[in-house]
């Protein structure tokens, strides 16, 4: 049996993490190890009722490492890039 973890805690800067989708999913999803796994994370971002505000977090706080509101780290890389 896997142990389901989530991927990052829920502090007071990220109440809304407490609706993320990724909350049922084990937490090396959403921190990749291969493309089959970011595409498996990006699905489950698709279907979260709170992708804005993760997506939104993650840009402010310019998270550097793993899939964040329907994001990859490369794709936000290149937008940070964008509106430097
Ligand atoms: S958008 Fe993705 S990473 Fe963010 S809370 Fe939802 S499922 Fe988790």
């Known amino acids: 049996m896997s142990e389901l973890i989530l991927q990052v805690p829920i502090t007071e800067e990220r109440p809304w993490l407490v609706f993320g989708a990724c909350r049922q999913v084990e937490s090396d999803l959403f921190f990749p190890a291969s493309k089959a796994q970011e595409l498996e ?13 993760c997506f939104a ?16 780290e490369k794709q936000r890389r290149r937008l940070l890039r964008r509106t430097a």
Do not use: F, M, N, Q
Not at 46 to 52: S, W
Not at 61 to 69: D, F, I, K, N
């Open 41 to 53: 994370a990006l699905r489950i971002c698709a279907t979260c009722p709170v992708r804005d505000e």
């Open 57 to 72: 977090h993650a840009i402010e706080s310019r998270e550097a490492y793993g899939v964040w509101g329907g994001t990859t």
